[in-house]
């Protein structure tokens, strides 16, 4: 059993000894290949509540104090309309893991469904992306660190193909359209699923979910699978018969062949095998 007092030093000290090589190398390769940090970099660690961004906090903590980077991070959260219980144990998280964090309030989740009631998860997600945003810049910021991780990278591939008709990744770095001279960038970008929650478990620890109205009527009503919810379950067949299938999954979409497929969209606009073939 951990002492209490001793949870932060334990969780802090099992990211880079027991989950050294499936947290934090990962974590390091990301920021390394993807180049997400620079030097004199103000981040805005959003952090939701859930294991994900609990995990990054702690992340981008140690290597605030231990890397070669200078920079600095703020630690935010964005009550978009928590309930009680559901505000308080993401308070008592991050007092229990030594994080600095910031909670401001915003009123997203009522101002989503009053957009589209039956369907808000989108909008809520834009929504919150964009307050996100607006409290970083407030704070000095240049960029806003999110909490996505390789298995969201892979399961959104899929959804994209299975539902959208598309071939569409989800990428490290991304420039803000509407805030100038902000990027979003994904730290986590390498790290899997199940080895977060491996740390989470180990440490004994207990995050929220997804806290909506939306998400808890869909549970109550029996309905709560959702379409990514079918893709882990895809994966977790296709790891049956090829243990490496996410591996290979994550590689395809840093390996695409353009010139094996007949049509590509890129910055808008849609383009043919034709326009090379006939040249």
Not at 96 to 108: A, E, K, M
Not at 174 to 199: A, Q, T, V
Request: charged content about 25%; some cysteine.
């Amino acid at each position: 059993m951990i002492d209490s007092e001793n949870r932060q030093a334990w969780a802090e000290r099992s990211i880079i000894t027991k989950f050294r090589k499936s947290i934090w190398a990962p974590f390091l390769e990301a920021v390394r290949v993807y180049k997400l940090i620079s030097e004199g970099d103000r981040i805005a660690v959003c952090v939701s509540g859930g294991k994900d961004s609990m995990l990054l906090a702690k992340l981008v903590q140690e290597l605030e104090r231990h890397g070669s980077r200078n920079f600095t991070a703020e630690y935010i959260c964005m009550d978009p309309g928590y309930n009680a219980e559901n505000l308080e144990r993401i308070k008592y998280n991050a007092g229990l893991l030594g994080i600095p964090l910031s909670i401001f309030r915003s009123d997203v989740f009522e101002a989503a469904e009053m957009v589209n009631a039956d369907s808000p998860c989108y909008m809520c997600a834009r929504m919150r992306r964009g307050c996100l945003y607006a409290r970083a810049k407030e704070l000095g910021c240049n960029k806003i660190a999110l909490g996505h991780h390789r298995s969201d990278v892979i399961e959104t591939t899929l959804m994209g193909m299975f539902y959208g008709g598309q071939v569409q990744g989800m990428m490290p770095r991304i420039k803000s359209s509407n805030f100038e001279g902000m990027e979003l960038i994904r730290p986590m970008y390498c790290i899997l699923e199940e080895d977060i929650e491996h740390w989470r478990d180990y440490n004994g620890l207990h995050f929220i979910a997804c806290a909506c109205s939306f998400t808890q009527r869909l549970a109550d009503s029996g309905q709560a699978r959702s379409v990514r919810a079918e893709m882990k379950e895809l994966i977790k067949q296709l790891k049956k018969r090829n243990p490496d299938v996410e591996k290979s999954l994550f590689k395809s979409i840093h390996n695409v062949q353009l010139d094996t497929l007949p049509g590509w969209r890129s910055q808008g606009e849609a383009h043919s095998f034709l326009e090379r073939f006939e040249d």
